[in-house]
């Protein structure tokens, strides 16, 4: 027994040698060591309801995601050896549609969220601002695979196929700055 706690969800992180922890009964992430000690809380965050469906740390490990099918959070770890400093967390409401899931794009600022019907990209951010419409699906229900070190999206959808039959297809889209400029996209919908 690592803590004397009670956690709702944990993961590790291997590279950094610490163990995370989510405790629903107080709105708090903490952090260990792989063997438990040095426990400590980094975080708090705001509830949602329902639950979380998952929780994902970005890629420069100061941020930490939680989602369920219509609201996004995001709350910030506290920096290394320090006791306050941390963002205060956010929770947005997202409408357009059921959110199936969301990744961390690689700069650690932008998000990529499949939908029921669609792959959108967002902004990480306090402020609400509005997502961009990369994809529209036609398979209900979707799964999908970011690899975060390249920046790609791999995801099913349907096709309509000559013989009239919807046939279901993996995909490939790359998000990396070489193939796909986000951040200028970004701008030019915020300006529209």
């Given amino acids: 027994q690592l803590n004397k706690d009670t956690?709702?969800?944990?993961?590790?992180?291997?590279?950094?040698?610490?163990?995370?922890?989510?405790n629903h009964g107080n709105s708090s992430v903490y952090k260990s060591d792989l063997e438990g000690q040095h426990y400590k809380r980094v975080a708090i965050f705001l509830r949602i309801i329902p639950p979380p469906l998952q929780w994902k740390i970005c890629p420069d490990q100061e941020k930490l995601l939680y989602f369920n099918a219509h609201q996004r959070g995001i709350t910030y770890l506290r920096p290394e050896n320090k006791s306050t400093g941390a963002k205060p967390p956010q929770v947005i409401n997202y409408s357009p549609g059921n959110i199936v899931d969301v990744f961390w794009h690689s700069d650690?600022?932008?998000l990529i969220l499949l939908t029921q019907r669609s792959i959108?990209?967002?902004?990480?951010?306090?402020?609400?601002?509005?997502?961009?419409?990369?994809?529209?699906?036609?398979?209900?229900?979707?799964?999908a695979?970011?690899?975060?070190?390249?920046?790609?999206?791999?995801?099913?959808?349907?096709?309509?196929?000559?013989d009239g039959?919807?046939?279901?297809?993996?995909?490939?889209?790359?998000?990396?700055?070489?193939?796909?400029?986000?951040?200028?996209?970004?701008?030019?919908n915020d300006s529209e």
Avoid: C
């Avoid at 297809?169 to 970004?186: I, P, S, V």
């Fill in 120 to 143: 959108e990209a967002i902004e990480a951010q306090l402020s609400p601002s509005r997502p961009i419409t990369l994809l529209s699906l036609n398979k209900k229900n979707n799964a």
């Fill in 108 to 110: 650690s600022y932008h």
């Fill in 7 to 22: 956690f709702y969800s944990f993961w590790l992180n291997r590279e950094k040698g610490v163990i995370y922890y989510i």
């Fill in 165 to 188: 039959n919807l046939y279901d297809n993996l995909y490939k889209l790359e998000l990396n700055a070489r193939a796909f400029n986000l951040q200028g996209l970004m701008r030019r």
């Fill in 145 to 162: 695979f970011y690899d975060v070190s390249n920046d790609t999206l791999y995801f099913l959808d349907s096709q309509k196929a000559a």
